[in-house]
């Protein structure tokens, strides 16, 4: 595959994360830059064609946030490197989830379940964070 | 915004992998009974009249004020620029350049810039610039007479007031925490320069004293008679000059980064530091800086009392051997920062006040490449640099037994060597996360 055909199909991918994650109007400006760059960020996966959607392979990770207490999949959570990944954040508080290093952001509206789904491209220890409370909800450990 | 351990950066590292972990101990063991056992019997490294002279005309231009007063109006401008983008430039840190600058580019670029070309920031601190222009309001100094007797305490102060900054305040990387960091410390420094003369900087301005003492380790230095030379950097190590408080300044830094990577662990995240407060942060740091203190005093004043020399000396007298130690944390912690997540400075560079269509350099659309070093490559420079670190240290621990008694057993230098193990053991064991 082209490095061109490669990044159009990345881009193509990266479409549907981004317009869950662009919502609403603060986070617009993220997004638009998340868009842009999801080619630049997964260029190293170019190689290897990732078919599937996001949602319905790979790893699922659910954490619920209520009355200030974590719930689900806390702590450390080890995640292979490449694997595609959903994480799924309901709050009872509006809140904005952002998840540190892969630079994805996610709007919550209390009660709803908020999905941020990628592929574990990037080797590491991440933080998903609730951007107004600072709570950590999880850390992503890649590898 | 951020409560990752360091003062900013949006990932840490993986744990080592167990069997690089494994492999280090057994080296880190296996060396410190070679070096005891198998090394030379008398000293060999060259003292603080070692070297090669530098050519005449090089050190006229290294020492003259022209450079040094360029270099330190050139670090002015960069610091006053950094302020003014801290509290006028945009307030998310992830999109603000001081933070970045503060706590990866210039606080983690020390350490290989003063590692390679010498004490850096001696020469172009710009508070001395500073100083220099205002010594006119206060010309006699009065407290100079007392500054010997200080020695390096108020630098290890200094240090430590940083390193709960980075490590544990909470507001850390927010913009205006750094430009209100960077003008206090210009105006306590200054202040105190004006009252204990110029000789302040070196003593008390914990970056210019952890530049300086990184700086033992490079190939430059200067000989006793003020010739700048190129030399055994081990040699140079050797001839730091014992000062009250250089244990001290080495014991909180390598407390502190083994705090930062005692903050990254499971263990800590769910058990004591579950709270992610300023007490528990506090007394995290306070604590860590407190076992590497005792442990380094219990195994120099023991290696004294076998020896049968004053145990109270012991520690001064060993201080500049763990230098290499907290060099190698240092660098197993802070390396992956530095080319990661260091990226940020220059693309926040080509627009620092965050203006609409501004792109200086080119590099403001550029992304921050996470995957630039591998997971792998980091491992490897991460035990690399403690168990260089240990073997440097270590060494340098046998040759200032065999200088202070001719003919030193071998088993007298046990209890440091000891601790110095230990001190690489818990270095592996916090990469690994225990």
Known sequence: MS???????????????????????????GTAASVSDAPATGAPTGTTPAPAPPEAAGQRIEVAVAGGRVTGDTGRVPVSLGEPVTVVVTSDVADEVHLHGYDRLAELVPGQPAELAFDATIPGVFELELHDAGTVLLTLQVG | MSTLAHGVGSRTDLPIPIGFALYGAGAAILVSFAVLLLFWRTPRLGGPGSGRPLPAGLQRVLDGAPLRRGLQAL???????????????????????????????????????????????????????????LRPVAPTAPGAARLPALGLWPAAGSLLVFVWLELVFPGRAEPRTVAVFLLLHAVVHVALSLWFGEGWFARGDGFEAWSTLIARLSPWGRRDDGRLVLRNPLAGALATPSEPGLSALVVVLLGSTAFDGLSRTVWWQTGPGAADDTLSGTVGLLASIGVVAGLYALGTRLSGRLAGQDPGVQPGRYAATVIPIALGYTIAHYFSLLLLDGQKTWILVSNPFGADGVDLFGTYGNRVDLTAVGSDAIALVQVGAIIAGHVVGVTLAHERALLSARHARASDQLPLVVVMVLFTLGGLGLLFGF
């Open chain 2, 75 to 133: 670090a002015l401008g960069v610091a006053v620029f950094v302020v003014a983008v801290a509290l006028l430039g945009p307030e998310e840190t992830s999109r603000n350049l001081a933070p970045w600058v503060l706590y990866v580019t210039f606080w983690v670029g020390l350490v290989p810039a003063s590692l390679l070309l010498g004490p850096v920031w001696r020469v172009a601190n710009p508070l001395r610039l500073l100083h220099r222009l």
């Open chain 1, 3 to 29: 490095p061109r055909r490669a990044a159009a199909a990345l881009l193509l991918l990266a479409l549907p994360v981004a317009g869950c994650a662009g919502t609403a109007a603060p986070a617009a400006e």
